[in-house]
């Protein structure tokens, strides 16, 4: 049994260090820890809910997580987790880089309630980090508001957000 202990103790730092010489192993966990210059955020509810986080970072790599919930046979929610992951071109991150250092994005207030919702509100929310500073933007219910409540959220916080979820905000 001693022995048993003492080989496990030397086979495990040994298997550990043949796991992270895999090619490509440390650098999908790095991805996940690095930080995005880009996440934008759909929730669809106030609590437990659905929702989408498209993120992109410096290098062009894109990840998109969209969580749902389904029943299960017994009844009970339970949570789905759906991920995308792609390489962008490099033309395409220097697109979203110049909507997010428009004027109208980085002087946006940190929140636009466009319609006040109690029975199903939504939101989404834009967060751009870059050479050390952070512009978060929130709207709320967008949807749900008529054209002028619409028109005051600017221009490229709406180009942002219908990049990263095309279908959901309206015309």
Same mark, same amino acid.
């Given at each position: 049994m001693e022995r048993d202990l003492r080989l496990a103790r030397s086979i495990v730092p040994l298997l550990l260090? =043949? =796991?992270? /010489?895999?090619p490509g192993f440390s650098q999908s966990k790095s991805s996940i820890k690095? /930080?995005?210059l880009l996440e934008i955020v759909f929730t669809g509810c106030? %609590?437990?809910c659905d929702s989408e986080t498209t993120r992109v970072y410096s290098d062009g790599r894109y990840r998109a997580e969209k969580i749902n919930h389904e029943r299960s046979k017994s009844g009970h929610s339970r949570k789905v987790v759906l991920t995308e992951e792609k390489q962008l071109e490099?033309?395409? =991150?220097?697109e979203l880089l110049s909507w997010a250092?428009?004027?109208?994005?980085?002087?946006?207030?940190?929140?636009y309630i466009v319609r006040i919702v109690r029975d199903w509100?939504?939101? &989404?929310?834009i967060t751009y980090r870059n050479k050390g500073r952070e512009k %978060?933007?929130? =709207? &709320?219910? &967008?949807?749900?508001g008529s054209a002028a409540e619409?028109?005051?959220v600017p221009n490229s916080v709406l180009k942002l957000a219908r990049w990263a979820q095309p279908y959901s905000l309206g015309q």
């Open positions: 260090l =043949v =796991v992270l /010489t895999i690095s /930080t995005p106030a %609590k437990d490099p033309e395409e =991150v220097a250092e428009q004027p109208d994005f980085l002087n946006a207030q940190p929140e509100p939504s939101n &989404f929310t %978060k933007v929130q =709207v &709320f219910n &967008f949807n749900a619409k028109a005051k």
